[in-house]
């Protein structure tokens, strides 16, 4: 997914920068849990460590991750919840 790829507006918004691990994954987790299957998570996350703990913990949970480039120098990433 590029940056120019849609989003639904009902995707759930999660701002976790400053959030050190591994509560950003716990809070990332707990919110997708909430969702239907299908829907989706959008996460604000520093760049660096909590970018890559919480991305290939999602991956390894077996959800759809998506990386882009987010504001002031954070990252977003965009998670489909699968099954």
């Known amino acids: 997914m590029s940056d120019s790829a849609a989003v639904p ?3 759930l918004q999660l701002d976790l920068r400053g959030t ?3 509560l950003n ?3 990332s987790k707990l919110a997708l849990e909430k969702l239907d299957p299908g829907a989706w998570l ?3 996350l520093d760049p660096g460590e909590p970018e890559q703990m919480v991305a290939s913990g999602l991956r ?6 998506e990386r882009q480039s ?14």
């Open 60 to 65: 390894e949970a077996g959800h759809r991750v």
């Open 9 to 11: 507006d009902s995707a």
């Open 70 to 83: 987010g504001e002031g120098g954070g990252v977003r990433l965009l998670i489909q919840r699968l099954g």
């Open 25 to 27: 994954f716990i809070r």
């Open 20 to 22: 050190p691990c591994p």
């Open 42 to 44: 959008q996460l604000e």
